[in-house]
């Protein structure tokens, strides 16, 4: 008997570039309709996010299947339901599929109605990842968001009326000027959403956006990160409590409600990045397009790669890239995975930042609510 191949699990992640409006935190590779030009159109975009589609399939279909796909950006849904589910058929048509493959779109509240859903739905996308960031007025407004309080969890509830299995939230807490009561009170809109996912993130202040030009100016204090281990822990005491379970240092879910689509990026699975900026992996390879939509949009127009810049990681880089990734994950590390010396175990014991559990019959490392709070300290260490 001739033995077939499994396919290698394949994600997707394709970016779309737009936004209504730039958040004042924001440093990903997107463009207001003003930051365009007349050379990019939106209502035609997709047809090239389409050709580097099939330029991928020509790479991959025949010994990989398609396991989540992952439309973010920007704002996804900008693009309406009629282009994202033709890029969902473009997926099928050009790809060996999973028959239970995730399907997920992010999406800001006031870029989305019910019609949409439904419609996004009937398309094959099975998860909706909405920005929510805060129910507080002015957090929203230091945030530069757009949306009303309340509008995020009525979008929640209305992409589970329309059908879809599994919707996340995402929260931003340490806004300078947040308060404990601010955050209390976005934690009483996710959960009265009835959300089956929340990622939770600290704000960081990148250099060159706005936020960090109102910083510089001293019109903002920048966030305490004492403030922000409390929100943390804030935030999972409230999740834990609701049946939530963390399985990420960032993320929560509900039982078999995890994005499988980040857990293949924090396992370094192989991706292929579709749109500008959007960055690949693949047997150590990673890879990266053009930025500008102009600039992709004349590649893939003319049949040429997209791709701007390549690197192959090395030994020693795969090795600290799955150490910084798998140890932020419930699950952590394999003992044996890591060189680190014994006494380094024991000293990261006794601060009381990692635990050593058998899970599957392996020893493994992993993290406590308090190493969570110090992963990157932790990661370091281990890594020296």
């Known amino acids: 008997m001739i033995e077939i191949p499994t396919p290698t699990p394949l994600s997707l992640y394709v970016h779309v570039p737009f936004c209504a409006s730039r958040c004042g935190y924001c440093d990903f590779n997107t463009y207001t309709a003003t930051e365009l030009g007349d050379n990019v159109r939106r209502d035609t975009f997709h047809e ?90 002015n957090v929203l407004a230091t945030l530069e968001r757009t949306h009303t309080p309340g509008a995020s969890s009525a979008a929640a509830k209305a992409a589970r009326a329309a059908g879809f299995e599994h919707v996340n939230l995402d929260l931003i807490y340490g806004t300078p000027g947040e308060t404990d009561e601010d955050l209390a009170s976005s934690l009483d809109e996710v959960l009265d959403a009835g959300v089956d996912h929340v990622s939770a993130y600290s704000l960081i202040v990148e250099p060159g956006t706005a936020l960090a030009r109102r910083v510089q100016r001293g019109e903002l204090p920048m966030p305490d990160d004492d403030v922000a281990a409390d929100r943390y822990e804030l935030i999972d005491d409230r999740l834990s409590a609701a049946d939530f379970d963390w399985y990420e240092v960032s993320n929560w879910a509900k039982p078999h409600a995890e994005c499988r689509h980040n857990i293949a990026y924090w396992r370094n699975s192989a991706w292929w990045g579709i749109g500008p900026g959007a960055h690949s992996h693949l047997h150590g390879r990673r890879w990266w397009n053009v930025k500008h939509p102009h600039s992709y949009a004349q590649r893939v127009s003319a049949d040429l790669s997209p791709m701007q810049d390549e690197e192959i990681l090395t030994l020693e880089q795969r090795t600290l890239e799955n150490l910084m990734l798998g140890m932020r994950m419930k699950d952590g590390i394999a003992r044996t995975d890591l060189a680190c010396s014994e006494q380094t175990i024991v000293e990261l014991r006794d601060q009381q930042l990692i635990e050593q559990e058998s899970i599957n019959n392996e020893q493994r490392l992993v993290l406590t609510r308090k190493g969570r709070l110090l992963a990157d300290y932790v990661i370091r260490t281990l890594a020296a």
């Open 48 to 137: 090239h996010l389409i050709a580097e589609i099939r330029q991928a399939a020509q790479h991959l279909a025949a010994d990989h299947r398609v396991d989540t796909v992952f439309f973010g950006g920007g704002t996804p849904t900008l693009l309406g339901a009629p282009a994202l589910n033709q890029l969902r058929a473009a997926i099928e048509d050009n790809f060996d599929v999973s028959a239970d493959v995730e399907v997920t779109t992010e999406a800001n509240p006031d870029s989305i109605n019910q019609e949409m859903l439904e419609a996004l739905k009937q398309g094959g996308f099975t998860r909706i990842s909405l920005g929510m960031q805060s129910s507080a007025p």
